[in-house]
């Protein structure tokens, strides 16, 4: 602990998180989550302040939760920061990868600040990103078409193997 789950926007990373959580009857953070109860909606923040503050937010979230005996999901750009990369060294990684057409029905709809051209922007910030994510996963899980409960399953199977 903590078991960390990571991975592109929309992969499934508060929806299985929570399930492992509850199987492994530890709490669950969701440092986006935790963000939006302290400073407001992700959206506002981006708009109001940039995101340059909002990833320093993110930073003091993720480097909080890293500190307790929990499941966490971390925010898909999380993992870009330097310094949260190092602190994931000492964690049980889970990224959790999507097919871009999976997601196109996930993120429909969704006022995500980073996602206003839609999949195409989704896209063009996975293949950003996935190079990180692979680097730092323990494990990784392909949540595009098996269903949740069988992925955090296998997720809690894995965890109890390194315990």
């Known amino acids: 602990m903590p078991l960390v789950f990571i991975g592109p926007m929309a992969a499934g990373k508060t929806r299985i998180g929570k ?35 909002f990833r320093a937010l993110e930073r003091l979230a993720v480097a909080r939760a890293l500190t307790e005996q929990a499941v966490v999901s971390l925010g898909g750009g999380a993992v870009l920061d330097a310094q949260t990369q190092a602190d994931l060294a000492g964690c ?36 950003h990103r996935r190079p990180v994510y692979e680097a730092l996963a323990g494990i990784r899980f392909d949540t595009s078409h098996r269903p949740l409960d069988a992925i955090a399953d296998d997720v809690v199977k894995w965890t109890k193997k390194r315990s």
């Open 19 to 53: 399930r492992v959580a509850k199987a492994l009857d530890v709490p669950f953070i969701d440092t986006d989550h935790r963000i939006v109860a302290e400073h407001g909606p992700i959206k506002d923040i981006f708009e109001q302040h940039g995101e340059e503050h």
């Open 92 to 127: 049980s990684v889970v990224y959790l990868s999507v097919s871009a057409r999976a997601v196109g029905t996930r993120i429909g709809g969704a006022t995500r600040p980073l996602l206003t051209g839609g999949i195409a922007d989704w896209k063009r910030i996975y293949a």
